[in-house]
């Protein structure tokens, strides 16, 4: 029989709710060299509840979930909400405001199928053992003794409730340093993990972290320097590596719920879809998204489909995370700015864009919860506005700023339909 192995990157503790929480980790088999993954090896996630509120539990559910090749061999599991591999498999609801422990582990086995079958679930449980059997080395601690197949969270309060008060973590540009400052871009991530892992006696922890773009740079140097600029996806998978794998953002990531939304940096320095009309900008998109997708969007809410915006709620306050970047259109001509559009293009068609779900959210919720905060998360500055960006400034100058000001209509909108 096959042994279990500790994942190779991961776990990071995602989305979750008063009744759920999405886990995810990325094999890493022995077998595989970077981007080239052994096509006769399939890959399998294993994860179980070890500790509720720091009681040990001996009698949850083992679950097999399944880690993609497609998806560079990341995956997730709902734990309260999915049974896995085996859809026999009990589901078990987590409960409001409880702290969990996950055990997460790996398993290879031999992969007699074509790369472009799609192999059923069912055929693959047929060729696992019963996940029962991994129990007990799951539960062992000195089995697989590592930090990196342990993660940690708390579910959120109540959702038919409103929290008084909870706080949260907000930040973004995890710029890698260049030489021998690489060692100061993990730094800031142990001061952080602390305050979930040590709160004070005045301040509970933090609900959640809110990772609001540049998770990576793409482009460490600069977009007009060939050197230090990811173009290929193997550049792009040592950025997630790299960032996701340094020993303080890792421990942070499977101690507390996560969220992000990506800017420029996870592409292109101040990118914006109109750089579309070059064929090579259109790839190194394609690229970066792959990577994205796999490596941040899969363990978010996924409130719309494969859209990377997204909403969440917490406490009773509801969250609306926007993507301000891969649907920013910049218009050519530059003295014209109200052709400009940073949630996207009106729809021609019967879908929605963003711009529209989002007033129609604003709309919905003051209707549901009346006056109670709600929070738009955008990874371009709204407020202030840049000095170079003032109402006196040029149009040129608002445009170049790379935020808001330079795309009054759509900052229009939502202002009138908050005011």
Known sequence: MSSLRIPGLGPIVGHTADNCCRIWIRAGDPDDEKIELSSTRRTIGLITIIAVNEKPVLDFPVYYFRLHREYDRTGTFLLGKESGIDAGAKIIPLLPDTKYTVRVATL??????????????????SRLPNADVWRESLQDRQQLESEHTIAEFQTFPDSEEISDKYSFIL????????????????RIFGPIASQISEPSKKEPAPKFVLMVG??????????????????TFDEFQERYHSAFGSRNMRNLLRSVPNYM??????????????????????????LAMNAYMSYQWCHGPRTFGTRIYYTFECGGY??????????????????????????????????????????????????QRGNIP??????????????????????????????????????????????
């Open 374 to 419: 709600k929070f738009i998360v955008t990874s371009s500055v709204f407020a202030p506005n840049p000095i170079d960006a003032r109402e006196s400034s040029s149009k040129l100058s608002k445009e170049k700023s790379d935020s808001w000001p330079g795309y009054p209509a759509t900052k229009r909108l939502l202002l009138d339909c908050i005011v």
């Open 318 to 367: 509801p969250y609306f995370v926007l993507d301000t970047r891969t649907q920013r259109y910049m218009n050519d001509e530059e003295s014209d700015l109200d052709d400009n559009h940073m949630l996207g293009r009106p729809s021609l068609g019967d879908e929605p864009n963003q711009l529209s779900r989002l007033l129609e959210w604003l709309v919905s919720q003051q209707q």
């Open 214 to 231: 540049d998770q990576i740079y793409a482009d460490k140097l600069s977009r007009f320097l060939p050197v230090g600029r990811a173009d």
């Open 108 to 125: 290879t086995i031999d992969d007699p199928f074509p790369d472009d079958d799609m192999i059923s679930n069912e055929i693959l449980l």
């Open 261 to 286: 939304i990506l800017d420029d940096h996870e592409i292109e320095d101040n990118w914006t879809q109109d750089r579309f009309a070059d064929g090579s900008k259109r790839q190194l998109f394609v």
């Open 171 to 186: 930040g973004s540009c995890r710029f890698p340093g260049i030489l021998w400052k690489t060692k100061h871009a993990d």
